[in-house]
């Protein structure tokens, strides 16, 4: 039964998401809704759905699956109608009242959202919210900015002013510094005016890094707001399973980014019912092992460089490994990895045989692992048979700006989350086995899978790949040992997401601006696990295509994404270099830019046709008016796509469709889409 004091933390809970889902649904119908608005939406709704239902407020938990279900369509461009749309905000705005009367309003405003379900995934409307920023590689990366506008922070007035006076002491740095440039020095000692200039550089390059540390800490909370609730939750938990259990919460005082705190709530709630559940064995059966007949939790937080560790631990039964050996062989899972661990975080995995209102489903830890990896952060699990279980969570104390390392593939830079990286090591130190398997890396006195960056990418023909070091990455599927041509740098960067045209489940999870047009694009270290798992189709056989376009960050990023997405990509940076590529290779689909200088895609696009040319070619934009839409309609394009079109992979997959690939032989060569 419920208590009061749980009640009320529910009630509070709910109250905060509901009124996010009710401005959400207002919003969408003013259309004046961000795109990136829409995944905090869709976290809301799925907190809702987790807390209600497990407190048995089942009228909330089926409004609330319903309103996931229709924000996750919105993300996939699927348009409510907009009686829909009115019925969102009304059942949004229920929920918290719905807590005291009987629940039949709701219950009404649930079936129209059911039947709304029915009808967006029928209409097929394109859904246009208003996209990313302009001036982001062209549109093709999501802000940073505009995924924090989700909600509001506390911000200490102290701290705000203190970085106010920061800023204007930079700015009279950066006078200082644009007085010296105008000193002439015609008989002065060169060397000392040099001296001067790069003093005044670094004190100026220093002040700007010390205000981004500070304006992003303002966004920072407490990972107090989090386990406030836990000794009273744990209670809860025990009463209800009928174990004896006490909660330790233990570490530093630390503060993370709003964020990564949100979404953290779930995720630890998940832990703690699988310690209280799975993890601790009944009253009896602990004294008769000698234990004490209480049962303990500890959720510990420390630093750890640049990162944050937070683990949740139990001194119970430990995992029954023989047990997930046996139910992976009943699912047809063999063979068998040496590991195990990656087996439970499978999505529907359970070793339990009698499923309970709060386990059985096989989806906590799954749901778990996702949470963690949308952050950016790794998890990993230890357990001792009748010694306890730990679940480890490695985490980046910030969202907006996040440490990576930084390793190069032939003249393309790429980035790893720092925290899934174990180690690294000069390849001529590594030693390095074939198996009928694969080849392998002797890593911790066992064998790690290996594979090369560039094949794992698509490069594996580019004539500059000279492969010097291997970084050895966490992933879902265990450890893997990667080949690169250079450890370049462990540096904090701004990563921003990919906008909806290129995201999807694919081997990018976002890019950084490193200056001077360059581009470090971040890879999702579980891609690399799961091609370390698998032989990739020879490259010759892949569809060749041409990227023209005048940015040569957006080159860099199109021809990743696409190089991971099965095919083989040459770049151009405007009309003539296209045509010269055309000259010496044979290309099956063109992907070209409207805004170009000199001379515009759709003039490009006329003169191959007026010169016979017949592949498809793909045009994208964020800037053409109607009628220039029209115009390189005329002129002959195949498909036009906008660089705020919000359904995912659109780019990838229409290439695919042009040139007749289906997805099985896509998947041949990449699973990354």
């Keep these: 039964m419920n208590t009061p004091e749980l009640t009320r933390i529910f009630r509070e809970e709910l109250q905060q998401r509901s009124d996010r889902l009710v401005a959400g649904a207002r919003s969408l119908r003013d259309r004046t809704l961000a795109a990136a608005d829409v995944p905090d939406l869709i976290r809301d709704a799925h907190t809702i759905k987790g807390s209600s239902g497990l407190l048995g407020h089942n009228r909330i938990r089926e409004a609330a699956t319903c309103l996931e279900e229709l924000w996750r369509g919105v993300s996939e461009g699927r348009a409510p109608s907009s009686d829909v749309m009115v019925a969102m905000e009304a059942a949004a705005g229920r929920l918290p009242s719905s807590l005291d009367d009987d629940g039949e309003e709701l219950s009404k405003l649930t079936r129209r959202l059911a039947d709304g379900l029915d009808e967006s995934s029928e209409a097929g409307e394109v859904l246009t919210l208003p996209g990313p920023e302009s001036g982001s590689l062209g549109g093709l990366l999501s802000s940073v900015s505009e995924s924090l506008l989700g909600g509001v922070t506390r911000v200490d007035t102290g701290d705000l002013y203190r970085l106010i006076n920061r800023v204007v002491e930079v700015s009279l740095d950066a006078d200082a510094l644009a007085d010296l440039s105008l000193v002439s020095i015609e008989g002065a000692d060169p060397d000392m005016f040099r001296q001067a200039w790069r003093v005044q550089l670094e004190k100026l390059s220093q002040s700007i890094a010390e205000i981004q540390d500070q304006a992003v800490a303002l966004a920072d909370v407490s990972f107090g707001e989090v386990t406030s609730t836990f000794q009273q939750f744990v209670r809860y938990l025990g009463r209800r399973i009928g174990k004896d259990v006490r909660l330790e919460l233990s570490g530093e005082p630390i503060h993370l980014d ?42 510990a937080i420390r630093s750890v460089d640049d990162k944050v560790e937070i683990s949740v631990s139990d001194d119970g039964a430990g995992i029954n490994w023989t047990k997930v050996s046996k139910e992976a062989e009943d699912r047809g899972m063999a063979p068998l990895p040496t590991d195990l661990t990656p087996l439970l975080f499978h999505p529907g995995f359970s070793t339990i045989d009698v499923p309970t209102e709060f386990s059985g489903s096989g989806d906590g830890l799954s749901a778990v692992r996702e949470a963690i990896e949308q952050v950016r952060g790794v998890i990993r699990v230890e357990s001792q048979r009748d010694k306890g279980t730990t679940v480890v969570m490695t985490l980046p104390v910030s969202m907006v700006l996040q440490n990576a390392v930084i390793v190069a593939s032939g003249d393309q830079f790429w980035g790893l989350p720092e925290a899934s990286v174990e180690a690294s090591m000069p390849l001529s130190k590594a030693e390095i086995q074939s198996t009928p398997s694969g080849r392998v890396l002797r890593f911790a006195s066992g ?31 265990g450890l893997v040992a990667v080949s690169v041509d250079e450890l370049v740098d462990r540096r904090r960067v701004a990563v921003k997401n990919l906008g909806p045209i290129l995201e999807g489940p694919g081997h990018v999870t976002g890019a950084a601006l490193l200056g001077a047009g360059q581009v470090l694009v971040v890879l999702d270290p579980n891609y690399l696990g799961m091609v370390a798992g698998r032989r990739p189709r020879p490259i010759d056989s892949k569809p060749r295509v041409l990227v023209v376009d005048d940015s040569a960050g957006v080159r860099q990023l199109l021809s990743a994404t696409l190089n991971g997405a099965g095919f083989d990509v040459t770049v151009a940076g405007g009309a003539r270099e296209a045509v010269m590529a055309m000259a010496e290779l044979d290309f099956d689909a063109l992907v070209v830019d409207y805004s170009m200088p000199r001379s515009n895609g759709t003039e490009l696009v006329r003169a191959l046709r007026g010169a016979d040319v017949t592949v498809p070619i793909v045009m994208v934009s964020g800037v053409a008016t109607a009628e220039e839409k029209q115009e390189a309609w005329r002129a002959g394009v195949d498909a036009y796509l906008d660089k705020f079109d919000l359904r995912q992979g659109v780019l990838s997959s229409t290439i695919r469709r042009l040139i007749g690939m289906d997805e099985a032989s896509a998947a041949n060569g990449s699973d990354a889409s």
Aim: no cysteine.
């Design 447 to 477: 064998d790690v899978p290996y594979v090369s960056l560039a094949e794992a990418v698509g490069a594996e023909d580019d004539e500059e790949v000279d492969e010097q070091e291997i970084v050895v990455v966490n992933t879902r599927f």
């Design 258 to 299: 709003r964020q990564i705190v949100d979404m953290l709530r779930e995720p630890l709630r998940h832990l703690l019912v699988n310690a209280v559940d799975h993890g601790l064995e009944d009253p009896d059966r602990r004294v008769s092992l000698g234990k004490p007949a209480t049962g303990t939790i500890t959720v």
